[in-house]
């Protein structure tokens, strides 16, 4: 599973303008934020499906994030995440 394209962020562009809306959080390149210094979402692609790797209990822990229902339970265990404090390791 590759990490997502240009391309492919261009398809999850309203996803990545609702992740922008943490404010926690600093997007260091396109599609990959970050806490702090640490490395907390990226995305991939895999044929016509994405997925974001989101650090979660000191590891990263992968879900869908192809459909509007991906992006919405993406977003709520983000914040979840968030809420809960980051992971120090």
């Known amino acids: 599973m590759k990490h997502a394209t240009q391309a492919a962020l261009d398809r999850l562009e309203p996803l990545l303008r609702e992740v922008r809306k943490r404010t926690a959080l600093k997007e260091n390149s396109r599609g990959a934020?970050?806490?702090?210094?640490?490395a907390l979402l990226h995305f991939h692609e895999h044929g016509?499906?994405?997925f974001a790797?989101?650090?979660t209990n000191h590891d990263?822990?992968?879900f869908p994030a192809t459909t509007q229902k991906d992006w919405k339970a993406l977003l709520k265990k983000l914040d979840r995440v968030l809420a809960?404090?980051?992971p120090v390791r």
């Open 33 to 38: 934020f970050y806490h702090r210094s640490r």
């Open 48 to 50: 016509d499906g994405f």
């Open 53 to 55: 790797d989101l650090k």
């Open 60 to 62: 990263f822990e992968r």
């Open 84 to 86: 809960d404090g980051i």
